[in-house]
């Protein structure tokens, strides 16, 4: 049984920094396309950035490239997301999620098969 299970959000000032993390279980995790996802209320889920872990690919949205680093911890069961230079329009839900493999697809949602139930982050002005 695949689980993910989200950790790290808060409450931060614009400019702060945090680091979410998710441990993932239940399956070959060194296989799979590992993604962070976003919702903020009234908006759709957006992608944040992907990991193909078989192949070390990497995968960021427009806005927040420069600012979040998407990686791996040394077991490979966990991913990261640090967040810096963070804004209010980065207060938002946020997701991790995993399917079978990465491409230019990366940021689709409704492709990914596996869930994390979420954590929150909201950044103040």
């Known amino acids: 049984q695949v689980q993910l299970v989200e950790s790290g959000g808060g409450s931060v000032q614009a400019g702060g920094s945090l680091r979410l993390s998710c441990a993932a279980s239940g399956y070959a995790y060194s296989m799979y396309c590992m993604g962070w996802f976003r919702q903020a209320p009234g908006k759709e889920r957006e992608g944040v950035a992907a990991i193909y872990t078989g192949r070390g690919n990497i995968y960021y949205a427009d806005s927040v490239k420069g600012r979040f680093t998407i990686s791996q911890g040394n077991a490979k069961n966990t991913l990261y997301l640090q967040m810096n230079s963070l804004k209010p329009e980065d207060t938002a839900m946020y997701y991790c999620?995993?399917?079978?493999?990465?491409?230019?697809?990366?940021?689709?949602?409704?492709?990914?098969?596996?869930w994390g139930q979420g954590t929150q982050v909201t950044v103040s002005s």
């Open positions: 999620a995993a399917k079978n493999w990465c491409g230019s697809n990366w940021y689709r949602s409704n492709e990914y098969n596996d």
